[in-house]
């Protein structure tokens, strides 16, 4: 069943912190809180549209919710817990801070009826944590994580690849921290400059290097592979598109791009075939069939034929061609080479 998500926006509402990378107003485009009275009238208009079977979710976006009174925390549960009642949505699901959960809060939410918890974790070492003004430590996410699996909420944790101070054994350390944590699933968002931020007076004396888009589509690879290989489902690569995002006044740099998660697949299926062919292909002379899922051909062909291409210069290949084949199961790769055929899949991938 496809999911349908109502968001309600709630831009910094709640967060006591000001953490150096964060403008949620800027990022959300939403500048003024909401009411209950506004998220029972948002819930109603979005329920009318929709005329198809899907798993409805109300998502409170932007925030620390928990952070709220808990007086207000129900106020503006209260319109998506009465849905919930009557059948009208699936779940309810918000997003918060690692220290701003405990026993009573969670005991709050969950007569409430909230059943996923996303933590804005961003990283699990201690000194990047500091580096960027987070308020708490890595405890405090364990904690909270341990609290909300022992309530049987759903926990989910947002990681932030490329915070001042964090350098490839610092990513290894949070991407490993975060697996032995077992979270029900990851986003993974890499850090950008947003405008009105301590990140961007940063960044503009020169003190802050944002990864470029080329090092943040290898590290949120090398992340989403470890955790899908311990079933940990990485639900969103990159932030979401918007026509706030979309232009330099809002991002003044880093690597954000309007289709990042296809960016980090497609490098991720660069990975797959550039192992076979280290491993398998002995002459330039003989011809490379890929034959793929056809919802994978883009990815496997990667933006502007770039993987494609890269491939060939890189090995020297005299062809490599693509045959869609709705048999092939999406994310597996069979391959054709001098009369043999090979099967290749992420996890044959070496990125440990």
């Not at 909401?34 to 409805?56: F, S, Y």
């Not at 915070?163 to 991407?175: F, N, R």
């Not at 890499?190 to 004396?205: G, W």
């Not at 797959?272 to 034959?291: C, K, Y």
Request: proline share 4%; aromatic share 6%; glycine share 6%.
């Amino acid at each position: 069943m496809k999911y349908y998500i109502i968001p309600i926006f709630i831009p910094h509402l709640g967060c006591l912190h000001q953490c150096i990378f964060c403008n949620q107003r800027k990022i959300t485009g939403r500048q003024t809180p909401v009411t209950g009275k506004q998220v029972a009238a948002i819930i109603k208009e979005r329920l009318v549209t929709i005329n198809q079977d899907r798993r409805i979710e109300v998502a409170f976006y932007g925030g620390s919710f928990t952070a709220l009174p808990e007086a207000i925390q129900n106020e503006l549960l209260e319109p998506a817990s009465q849905a919930l009642k009557h059948g009208q949505i699936h779940a309810i699901r918000l997003s918060t801070r690692p220290d701003c959960i405990n026993e009573q809060i969670v005991a709050n939410l969950r007569r409430q009826g909230v059943s996923i918890v996303e933590l804005g974790v961003q990283s699990l070492d201690d000194n990047v944590l500091a580096g960027a003004a987070r308020g708490h430590n890595s405890q405090a996410v364990v904690d909270a994580v341990k609290l909300l699996k022992n309530a049987d909420i759903t926990c989910g944790l947002q990681l932030m690849p490329g915070l001042p101070g964090e350098d490839w054994p610092s990513l290894i350390k949070t991407v490993r921290h975060a697996i032995r944590l077992s979270p029900d699933f990851t986003r993974i968002y890499p850090a950008i400059v947003i405008a009105d931020t301590v990140l961007a007076e940063m960044y503009s004396k020169g003190i802050y290097r944002p990864l470029t888009l080329e090092q943040a589509v290898v590290r949120s690879a090398y992340s989403k592979l470890l955790f899908e290989r311990q079933s940990i489902q990485v639900v969103r690569t990159g932030l979401q598109a918007s026509e706030e995002l979309d232009n330099r006044v809002t991002v003044l740099a880093g690597p954000y791009h309007p289709a990042f998660g296809e960016l980090v697949d497609s490098h991720i299926f660069y990975l797959m075939l550039a192992g076979f062919i280290e491993q398998n292909v002995t002459t330039t002379e003989s011809d490379l069939i890929i034959h793929l899922h056809p919802q994978d051909s883009s990815k496997v062909r990667g933006q502007h034929n770039r993987c494609i291409t890269r491939l060939e210069q890189r090995y020297n290949l005299k062809t490599i061609k693509l045959c869609e084949n709705i048999a092939v199961k999406k994310g597996t790769l069979l391959l054709d080479y001098q009369g043999l055929s090979y099967g290749f899949n992420k996890n044959m991938i070496n990125c440990i």
